[in-house]
């Protein structure tokens, strides 16, 4: 898993800002999110990990969201190496 922001980071305090609003509540993430959780090389890869990691937020998904991130990491050309082979 990646490191956490450093509490200068722009996102860091984003995120620092959002999460009493986000604590308790059901987020339903998109693709781009669990692309980011899943990929740590992705540029989204810490705000990703950071949100999930906030303490009370509770983490809601769907077929249509799982179906996309499959998707995305069993393109060809979305990694250097190939798909991921999920």
């Known amino acids: 898993m990646a490191a956490p922001a450093a509490a200068g980071e722009p996102?860091?305090?984003?995120?620092?800002?959002?999460?009493?609003?986000?604590?308790?509540?059901?987020?339903?993430?998109?693709?781009?999110?669990?692309?980011?959780?899943?990929?740590?090389?992705?540029?989204?890869?810490?705000?990703?990990?950071a949100l999930i990691e906030i303490p009370g937020v509770?983490?809601?998904?769907?077929?249509l969201v799982e179906n996309g991130v499959i998707r995305v990491l069993n393109l060809p050309r979305y990694a250097r190496?190939?798909?991921l082979g999920l």
């Open 81 to 83: 190496s190939g798909a």
């Open 11 to 49: 996102h860091a305090r984003y995120l620092a800002r959002h999460a009493q609003r986000a604590t308790g509540r059901r987020l339903l993430l998109d693709v781009n999110v669990w692309v980011a959780r899943f990929d740590d090389a992705h540029v989204a890869s810490l705000q990703a990990n």
């Open 58 to 63: 509770t983490i809601a998904t769907c077929p």
